[in-house]
Protein backbone atom coordinates (compact mmCIF):
# COMPACT_ATOMS: atom_id res chain seq x y z
CA UNK A 1 0.00 0.00 0.00
CA UNK A 2 3.06 2.22 0.88
CA UNK A 3 4.39 1.59 -2.39
CA UNK A 4 0.96 2.46 -3.97
CA UNK A 5 0.72 5.49 -2.37
CA UNK A 6 4.18 6.49 -3.46
CA UNK A 7 3.51 5.97 -7.09
CA UNK A 8 0.24 8.34 -6.72
CA UNK A 9 2.01 10.60 -5.04
CA UNK A 10 5.08 10.70 -7.96
CA UNK A 11 2.21 10.77 -10.41
CA UNK A 12 0.51 13.86 -8.58
CA UNK A 13 3.50 15.74 -8.26
CA UNK A 14 4.91 15.44 -12.55
CA UNK A 15 1.44 16.27 -13.12
CA UNK A 16 1.95 19.76 -10.27
CA UNK A 17 5.35 20.36 -12.33
CA UNK A 18 5.00 19.69 -15.90
CA UNK A 19 4.10 22.14 -18.09
CA UNK A 20 0.31 23.57 -18.25
CA UNK A 21 -2.36 21.81 -19.84
CA UNK A 22 -2.93 22.89 -23.16
CA UNK A 23 -6.46 25.16 -22.34
CA UNK A 24 -5.27 28.69 -23.98
CA UNK A 25 -5.82 29.83 -27.11
CA UNK A 26 -2.73 30.11 -29.21
CA UNK A 27 -4.25 31.03 -32.34
CA UNK A 28 -7.66 30.12 -34.41
CA UNK A 29 -8.15 30.07 -38.21
CA UNK A 30 -10.19 29.48 -40.67
CA UNK A 31 -8.69 26.91 -43.24
CA UNK A 32 -11.72 26.10 -45.82
CA UNK A 33 -14.67 24.73 -44.60
CA UNK A 34 -12.87 23.83 -40.79
CA UNK A 35 -12.07 25.95 -38.00
CA UNK A 36 -8.11 25.20 -36.35
CA UNK A 37 -7.56 26.40 -33.01
CA UNK A 38 -4.19 25.74 -31.73
CA UNK A 39 -3.74 25.53 -28.00
CA UNK A 40 -0.93 25.92 -25.26
CA UNK A 41 -0.60 26.37 -21.81
CA UNK A 42 -0.49 29.81 -22.10
CA UNK A 43 -2.04 32.02 -24.75
CA UNK A 44 1.52 32.60 -25.81
CA UNK A 45 4.09 29.69 -27.64
CA UNK A 46 7.65 30.05 -26.19
CA UNK A 47 11.11 29.41 -27.66
CA UNK A 48 11.14 26.27 -25.81
CA UNK A 49 9.14 22.97 -25.86
CA UNK A 50 5.58 23.78 -25.74
CA UNK A 51 2.99 20.98 -25.46
CA UNK A 52 -0.15 21.71 -27.34
CA UNK A 53 -3.77 21.04 -28.95
CA UNK A 54 -5.23 21.09 -32.34
CA UNK A 55 -8.93 20.93 -32.20
CA UNK A 56 -10.37 21.01 -35.48
CA UNK A 57 -14.31 22.01 -36.49
CA UNK A 58 -16.64 22.49 -38.87
CA UNK A 59 -16.33 26.51 -39.47
CA UNK A 60 -20.62 26.84 -39.63
CA UNK A 61 -21.63 24.48 -37.29
CA UNK A 62 -18.62 24.33 -34.83
CA UNK A 63 -18.48 20.55 -34.55
CA UNK A 64 -15.53 18.75 -33.81
CA UNK A 65 -14.73 17.42 -37.54
CA UNK A 66 -12.47 14.43 -38.17
CA UNK A 67 -9.83 15.64 -41.15
CA UNK A 68 -7.47 13.20 -41.14
CA UNK A 69 -3.96 14.47 -40.99
CA UNK A 70 -3.05 18.44 -39.74
CA UNK A 71 0.19 20.08 -39.19
CA UNK A 72 1.18 22.80 -37.26
CA UNK A 73 5.03 24.39 -38.40
CA UNK A 74 6.83 27.60 -37.86
CA UNK A 75 9.45 29.42 -39.96
CA UNK A 76 11.95 32.68 -39.16
CA UNK A 77 14.04 34.07 -41.94
CA UNK A 78 17.34 35.38 -40.93
CA UNK A 79 20.56 36.17 -42.51
CA UNK A 80 22.35 33.45 -43.45
CA UNK A 81 20.03 31.15 -42.33
CA UNK A 82 16.02 29.57 -42.15
CA UNK A 83 14.70 28.38 -38.73
CA UNK A 84 12.07 26.04 -39.03
CA UNK A 85 10.17 24.26 -36.35
CA UNK A 86 7.30 21.44 -36.96
CA UNK A 87 4.36 20.21 -34.41
CA UNK A 88 5.37 16.94 -33.68
CA UNK A 89 1.46 15.33 -33.09
CA UNK A 90 -0.43 12.62 -32.59
CA UNK A 91 -4.47 11.93 -33.58
CA UNK A 92 -6.41 11.61 -30.10
CA UNK A 93 -9.52 9.22 -29.70
CA UNK A 94 -11.72 12.60 -30.30
CA UNK A 95 -12.31 13.59 -33.74
CA UNK A 96 -10.69 16.68 -34.77
CA UNK A 97 -8.17 16.46 -31.98
CA UNK A 98 -3.82 16.31 -32.00
CA UNK A 99 -2.06 16.72 -29.20
CA UNK A 100 1.77 16.86 -29.14
CA UNK A 101 4.36 19.47 -29.00
CA UNK A 102 6.53 21.97 -30.43
CA UNK A 103 10.01 23.44 -29.99
CA UNK A 104 10.91 27.47 -32.09
CA UNK A 105 14.12 27.21 -30.22
CA UNK A 106 14.32 31.15 -30.51
CA UNK A 107 11.84 34.30 -29.85
CA UNK A 108 10.40 36.83 -32.31
CA UNK A 109 8.17 37.27 -35.35
CA UNK A 110 7.49 33.34 -36.79
CA UNK A 111 5.44 32.52 -40.18
CA UNK A 112 3.23 29.90 -39.00
CA UNK A 113 1.45 27.55 -41.33
CA UNK A 114 -1.52 25.17 -39.90
CA UNK A 115 -3.35 23.12 -42.31
CA UNK A 116 -4.91 20.13 -43.12
CA UNK A 117 -4.81 17.19 -45.40
CA UNK A 118 -7.86 14.26 -45.98
CA UNK A 119 -8.93 12.04 -49.14
CA UNK A 120 -11.27 15.22 -50.27
CA UNK A 121 -8.66 17.95 -50.10
CA UNK A 122 -5.53 19.53 -48.46
CA UNK A 123 -5.73 23.10 -47.17
CA UNK A 124 -3.63 25.55 -45.43
CA UNK A 125 -2.84 29.10 -43.69
CA UNK A 126 -0.24 31.25 -43.19
CA UNK A 127 0.10 34.08 -40.44
CA UNK A 128 2.67 36.25 -37.99
CA UNK A 129 3.23 34.62 -34.69
CA UNK A 130 5.10 36.08 -31.75
CA UNK A 131 7.27 33.54 -30.26
CA UNK A 132 8.13 34.77 -26.60
CA UNK A 133 11.62 33.51 -24.70
Partial sequence: ALLMMGVGGWWTWRKLSGPAAPKAVVTQQTVGPYRIQVLSGSSQLHKTKDTIRIEVTDAATGKPVDVGAVWFTLSMQMPGMNM???????????????????????????????????RQSKNSVSFSINIVP
Fill in 84 to 118: QAAAQLEKGQQPGVFSGFITPGDQGEWTANVGYQN
